[in-house]
């Protein structure tokens, strides 16, 4: 697999990583899934992670925290921040999100982001 079009989702929500995953998977990304932000950042360098979806409130490690960390360590690494409420998607962006997506989650935005991000066709 090319390490180009790996993806961490990272999401307390089962369900929600089940649906983002089955939408990458599909148009040929690999993904690989974390309940919370507690080992995000090591995961990034261990699985080669070219991009990070995360949610912002979640059970654990929450998301800005998280966002912040990987942020310390990784500026070229692209961030898409997921959740239910506008307000902190607002938010995310000052502590360096590269985009930002609402749920419920359009799949095909998911994947106009997701591609764009990556600078993929």
Do not use: C, W
Not at 75 to 97: C, H, N, R, T, W
């Amino acid at each position: 697999m090319d390490p180009a079009k790996k993806i961490l989702v990272v999401d307390d929500e089962k369900g929600i990583r089940f649906i983002i995953k089955n939408q990458l998977e599909s148009n040929g990304f690999e993904v690989v899934e974390a309940e919370d932000g507690s080992n995000v950042v090591e995961r990034i360098e261990t699985d080669q992670i070219a991009l990070v979806i995360l949610d912002v409130m979640m059970d654990g490690k929450e998301g800005v925290q998280t966002l912040i960390d990987i942020r310390e360590r990784y500026a070229d690494i692209p961030v898409l921040m997921i959740s239910s409420e506008e307000v902190y998607l607002q938010l995310v962006v000052k502590f360096g999100a590269s985009e930002i997506l609402a749920k419920p989650i359009e799949l095909s935005v998911l994947q106009q982001k997701v591609n764009a991000l990556l600078h993929l066709q």
